[in-house]
């Protein structure tokens, strides 16, 4: 039954990906993990060798130009990049800018976790309010209404 119980829990992760989280698991504890501690380690990117999404971030930010000429630590760091638009990288602060590229970085950490190709082109994310226009009535009553404060 834990055998059953284990596979059923790591079936969404390659062979390679749960042997890497597995040694990781038993290097740094004294006893041998559970299942739950092979899941969270299976998750975490430096498993697969990849940077920290922040450090990813600082990669892509502080990148030269041509960006496909530069030595990237790897090819998920230069696609969530250009996923992201270099130029809004590189012209909005870390606040505004992170987010979007954090959530590109992970959508592609969790390609190679499932041994996808990565070369994809990501989907932009839908804004969190989509704004709609008034109807032309309302428009019009809103302009008077600021003819009439001037």
């Given at each position: 039954?834990?055998?059953?119980?284990?596979?059923?829990?790591?079936?969404?992760?390659?062979?390679?990906?749960?042997?890497?989280?597995?040694?990781?698991?038993?290097?740094?504890?004294?006893?041998?993990?559970?299942?739950?501690?092979?899941?969270?380690?299976?998750?975490?990117?430096?498993?697969?060798?990849?940077?920290?999404?922040?450090?990813?971030?600082?990669?892509?930010?502080?990148?030269?130009?041509?960006?496909?000429?530069?030595?990237?630590?790897?090819?998920?760091?230069?696609?969530?990049?250009?996923?992201?638009?270099?130029?809004?990288?590189?012209?909005?602060?870390?606040e505004v800018a992170?987010?979007?590229?954090?959530?590109?970085?992970?959508?592609?950490?969790?390609?190679?976790?499932?041994?996808?190709?990565?070369?994809?082109?990501?989907?932009?994310?839908?804004?969190?309010?989509?704004?709609?226009?008034?109807?032309?009535?309302?428009?019009?009553?809103?302009?008077?209404?600021?003819?009439?404060?001037?």
């Open positions: 039954m834990a055998k059953r119980l284990w596979s059923r829990l790591l079936v969404d992760y390659r062979g390679d990906v749960i042997m890497r989280a597995a040694e990781k698991a038993v290097k740094e504890s004294g006893w041998l993990p559970n299942v739950h501690e092979v899941v969270a380690r299976c998750d975490i990117a430096d498993v697969l060798g990849l940077p920290d999404p922040h450090r990813a971030y600082m990669e892509a930010c502080r990148a030269p130009s041509p960006k496909q000429e530069y030595r990237w630590s790897h090819p998920a760091v230069y696609y969530a990049g250009r996923a992201s638009d270099w130029f809004f990288l590189a012209n909005n602060i870390e992170y987010p979007v590229f954090k959530r590109n970085y992970e959508i592609l950490l969790r390609r190679l976790q499932n041994g996808e190709d990565i070369q994809m082109e990501i989907a932009p994310a839908l804004p969190e309010q989509i704004e709609r226009p008034l109807p032309r009535e309302q428009q019009q009553q809103r302009l008077q209404q600021l003819k009439s404060l001037l």
